[in-house]
């Protein structure tokens, strides 16, 4: 092991300097017998190499062979009466019409004031809904043929810890006045959208009415929900709908012209509504009991 001496490196500073013995590393580069002599000083840091760089052998994969690793490229052969599609710059050039249809059908009508689709120049975009008054977003009435009816709106209140949070309820009855109707309830902090909540909620709610040519019931029945009790009586052409409260309002959106109606027992509106709705769910046309009975309907009223 070679040792270097510090004062050959480092001149004195001063006659009190301090020589002391400065330790020396060595090492074994690869692939040499030769070792590497590494010297510290305080202030520089000296590699003294012992070995030749002729000595030094170094291999990067020279036993791959270069022409084996190229492939050349074959693309498969087209298939008979193949066209190729034409570049994106051969196609005719569009007009400016064309432009600014495709431009006002993306981003609506342009500033300019004129519109090629026909939308309205006051409103960049046709797409966007209409505001009312208070700036709030509408939503259109659903055109799906059933007809609404708002039977009550009330006011009610929630407790909480803060205070009380104030709320509306909708009572809703949608039919279409052949044979389908639904009843639903809704609340929101506005008196529309509690209309609009409770709409949806009838529709998912709809239930089809049994009725003969003379559009009334076939026969009676009773229903009740709650403390609320209906009963319905079915009528003579011309009676009309004698009843009155939510089942009125019930049976007119369902279409029955003729029918008897009486509210037995709780006055509220919703749980009259359902029990309406229950008492029709219980009626049957004859051929559906015939057919139950397995008997011709003739016997029926034997």
Known sequence: MAITSAAAAVPALSSLAHRAPIPSISFLFPDSTRPFSLSRSFRSFSLTPQAKASDIEISFF?????????VAFDPPTPPEGFIPPPA???????????VAAAYEELYGPAYSGVSVLGNDVYVMDSKVKKTSAFGKVTKEKVRDGFEERVVQVRRVTKVVKGGKQLHFRAIV??????GQVGAGVGKAKEVI??????????????ITIPMTKYLTFPHRSEGDYGAAKVMLRPAAPGTGVIAGGAVRIVLEMAGVENALGKQIGSKNALNNARATVVAVQKMKQFQEVAQERGIPMEELWK
């Open 62 to 70: 020279d036993d791959l062979n270069p022409e084996d690793e190229a």
């Open 88 to 98: 994106f710059d051969d196609g005719p050039e569009e007009t400016e019409d064309e």
């Open 173 to 178: 009855v949608v039919g279409d006045k052949q």
């Open 193 to 206: 959208a509690a209309v609009q909540k409770s709409a949806v909620n009838a529709r998912r709610n709809l």
